[in-house]
């Protein structure tokens, strides 16, 4: 995705005279974000004290509870084992990014990636961070605008 977002910001530059202060990335395959994570993620880009911003949902289970297979096949924990045997509430929050990115453009430019040096967050409802990659994600979204959410 990077390189589609520096090509759009190269077009907007040749068209408009200079570059946008901010760029903002909304990918079509997470519909339910809403006016709200966008009015977040300007409020916090816009202070200038980051590089850029995401949105973000708390994983459903900690990534250090990831198993992985070995060189011959075993798995094995991905973290270390105490991280692995730990409960849930014994391990710091993990998230996973969501349907919004804001950047200081400049700074995307030289760093040309969204998690830089200095990211900021906000929390997103896990309902509006559904991202449709398959035939299950999509079955979900509609399952989740029938119940109206």
Known sequence: MPPVIEH???????????????????QPTSPFR???DLKKAFELISKGDCDSVMGVFEADDPPQWALTPDENGLLKPLFPLK????????????????P?????????????????????YFVVPRERSVDIDSQLDFDF??????RNK
């Open 8 to 26: 759009a910001i190269e077009h907007f530059k040749k068209e408009n005279g200079g570059y946008p202060k901010f760029t903002f990335l909304l």
């Open 34 to 36: 809403s006016s709200e």
């Open 83 to 98: 991280d692995y045997l730990a409960r849930r509430q014994d391990l710091p929050p993990a998230y996973f990014d969501s």
């Open 100 to 120: 919004v990115y804001a950047f200081q453009t400049d700074a995307f430019l030289k760093q040309k990636k969204f998690l830089m040096e200095k990211t900021r």
């Open 141 to 146: 979204a509609e399952f989740l605008i029938k």
